[in-house]
């Protein structure tokens, strides 16, 4: 049962446009987010994260937003350029779970074209 | 400054053999977590471990995994009497504090595959 859903097993952007990656979530008790790049052969790396009691975080070209009422969270990357063609996973941390072991989404593989 | 140190990278071991993954965290990283990753698949979390003590093993398989972090020396994930089932990418993570918004460093994982 996946309680940390991402729909779009892939998406494809022109270099320059926005690239919007959506994450879907079941469990209530979340209460944080992040999302992770990963390159084929490399472990995943940290892009950014959300906490529960905002809804809006902005890193550069990254911003992640989070809809609580309708558990749904996305990555917007504008604008985006061929390196960052990779796959991104979407993870949560449940607030009874200890230390930080994360649930992942299946990833979204971003394809951005020049 | 090193990062998260996985060995073999690449693993291959005939079904009923022992499989041994390492993991040697960043520098100063003493929380060591296993994730696993199967074919069109999400990375599952397996086991949480501080040095010499495991934390949350609610991911792991009932039987013939195991996990360690002694005080001296890498982290280890073994499989016993692997299948076919069992290949897949191993990823271990470490973190500095179990503060829940301390990011994960990754390693770059060990791909197991069971012939």
């Given at each position: 049962d996946q309680q940390v859903k991402q729909n779009s097993p892939s998406l494809s952007v022109q270099e320059g446009r926005i690239s919007?990656?959506?994450?879907?979530?079941?469990?209530?008790?979340?209460?944080?987010?992040?999302?992770?790049?990963?390159?084929?052969?490399?472990?995943?790396?940290?892009?950014i994260s959300i906490s529960s009691i905002k809804d809006k975080n902005e890193d550069g070209r990254f911003t992640v937003f989070l809809n609580k009422s309708a558990k749904h969270l996305s990555l917007h990357i504008v604008p985006s350029q061929p390196?960052?063609?990779?796959?991104?996973?979407?993870a949560a941390l449940d607030h009874n779970q200890a230390g930080t072991a994360l649930i992942f989404g299946k990833g979204t593989t971003l394809s951005v074209s020049s | 400054n090193a990062g998260v140190m996985q060995n073999p990278r690449h693993l291959v071991r005939r079904r009923g053999q022992e499989a041994r993954l390492r993991c040697s965290p960043m520098k100063g990283h003493s929380h060591v977590y296993w994730y696993r990753q199967l074919p069109e698949e999400g990375l599952k979390f397996m086991v949480y471990l501080q040095k010499e003590n495991i934390i949350d093993e609610s991911g792991m398989p009932k039987e013939r995994f195991s996990a360690e972090f002694p005080k001296e020396g890498p982290s280890i994930l073994r499989i016993q009497q692997v299948v076919r089932g069992d290949s897949a990418a191993y990823f271990c993570a470490s973190s500095s504090t179990a503060r829940r918004n301390s990011p994960l460093h990754f390693g770059n994982g060990t791909r197991l595959t069971v012939t």
């Amino acid at each position: 049962d996946q309680q940390v859903k991402q729909n779009s097993p892939s998406l494809s952007v022109q270099e320059g446009r926005i690239s919007i990656l959506n994450c879907d979530y079941t469990n209530s008790m979340f209460d944080y987010f992040l999302w992770y790049k990963k390159y084929p052969a490399e472990g995943p790396t940290f892009l950014i994260s959300i906490s529960s009691i905002k809804d809006k975080n902005e890193d550069g070209r990254f911003t992640v937003f989070l809809n609580k009422s309708a558990k749904h969270l996305s990555l917007h990357i504008v604008p985006s350029q061929p390196g960052d063609s990779a796959v991104y996973f979407c993870a949560a941390l449940d607030h009874n779970q200890a230390g930080t072991a994360l649930i992942f989404g299946k990833g979204t593989t971003l394809s951005v074209s020049s | 400054n090193a990062g998260v140190m996985q060995n073999p990278r690449h693993l291959v071991r005939r079904r009923g053999q022992e499989a041994r993954l390492r993991c040697s965290p960043m520098k100063g990283h003493s929380h060591v977590y296993w994730y696993r990753q199967l074919p069109e698949e999400g990375l599952k979390f397996m086991v949480y471990l501080q040095k010499e003590n495991i934390i949350d093993e609610s991911g792991m398989p009932k039987e013939r995994f195991s996990a360690e972090f002694p005080k001296e020396g890498p982290s280890i994930l073994r499989i016993q009497q692997v299948v076919r089932g069992d290949s897949a990418a191993y990823f271990c993570a470490s973190s500095s504090t179990a503060r829940r918004n301390s990011p994960l460093h990754f390693g770059n994982g060990t791909r197991l595959t069971v012939t």
